[in-house]
């Protein structure tokens, strides 16, 4: 017996090698080409092997895939258990352009980049108020300025900055500060419904000192010089406040306008007898004999403090 028949199992030791057959199997089996091999005694039949391609789903080990509104509407919550607040996606199209999913399920695009050897990154809108083509493109937007050695969330707040009007600012800013930290926060918001008509649909950085002044001087004359002091001093410290804040680039306009010259002098009349008057001025000359000054007239008292 040669060497050749030695190697082979006891059940082949008797047939050439020339006659022993391919699977026949494999290729109805597989449906895709022809298996090559031997078929052994005993050998189990072999399992069917199928080919195919479909787009998987994405899942929680799966954190990279191409954006899609199919395939962003199926992801789940973040798990409430898990020790991170969010889950985040990455879309294999627009390096950097992320999707992000919180316990509530609530879901939002981020914009990660790397600037001056420092991570950041940047919220670009809420899905799906914000379509997928919308953030590849606002995405694609922040990679340029990147480039350009611009920083796209430095330059999307002077942007914002620059559009924020003395409304907005007013409404979401400034009076929930008053209410939670002045007592005469009401009367801050009696005073913004005069300013508001004129002002309101300006940005805060095209608000001139001279539209003030003309303001400032014309409540003078329709109301009285303290009204007109009190709208300016709202307007100065909303400004003030503003700058501090960063919702405004610049310095405040209504700095420098000067307040109307108040009269505080309060005259009190008296009306009544001659006797009673009489009666009171004497009482109130023994109280206080000097600081008082009595103007005596038929029918009524003047006095001046």
Not at 30 to 50: C, N, Q, R
Not at 61 to 82: C, G, S, T, V, Y
Not at 109 to 119: E, I, P, Q
Not at 133 to 156: E, I, K, M, S
Request: include cysteine; charge should be positive.
């Amino acid at each position: 017996m040669d060497r050749t028949a030695q190697r082979l199992p006891a059940g082949l030791a008797h047939r050439p090698m020339s006659l022993a057959r391919p699977h026949s199997l494999d290729r109805e089996r597989s449906g895709h080409g022809l298996k090559h091999g031997f078929e052994l005694p005993g050998t189990p039949p072999a399992l069917p092997i199928s080919v195919s391609t479909y787009h998987r789903e994405p899942s929680i080990m799966n954190r990279q895939f191409r954006f899609n509104k199919k395939l962003i509407d199926a992801l789940p919550p973040h798990p409430e258990d898990a020790k991170a607040k969010e889950s985040e996606y990455s879309d294999t199209e627009v390096a950097g352009l992320r999707i992000i999913v919180n316990r509530r399920g609530r879901k939002y695009f981020l914009f990660r980049y790397s600037f001056d050897g420092a991570k950041r990154s940047m919220k670009l809108g809420d899905y799906p108020q914000m379509d997928v083509g919308n953030a590849r493109q606002r995405a694609l937007d922040c990679r340029r300025q990147v480039a350009t050695r611009t920083d796209p969330q430095a330059a999307a707040a002077t942007s914002a900055a620059a559009r924020l009007t003395l409304r907005e600012f007013v409404t979401n800013d400034y009076l929930p500060h008053a209410y939670a930290t002045k007592r005469s926060a009401k009367d801050d918001d009696g005073r913004m419904r005069n300013l508001l008509p004129d002002f309101g649909d300006l940005p805060l950085a095209e608000i001139t000192s001279h539209s003030i002044q003309q303001f400032h001087d014309r409540l003078r004359v329709q109301k009285c010089a303290a009204t007109a002091n009190r709208h300016l001093a709202l307007l100065k410290r909303c400004f003030n406040l503003a700058i501090i804040w960063g919702k405004l680039d610049g310095r405040n306009p209504a700095k420098g306008i000067r307040m109307h010259q108040e009269n505080s002098q309060r005259q009190r009349y008296l009306s009544g007898t001659m006797e009673t008057i009489n009666k009171i001025l004497l009482f109130q000359r023994k109280r206080q004999p000097s600081g008082w000054r009595f103007c005596f007239l038929p029918k009524q008292v003047s006095i001046s403090t």
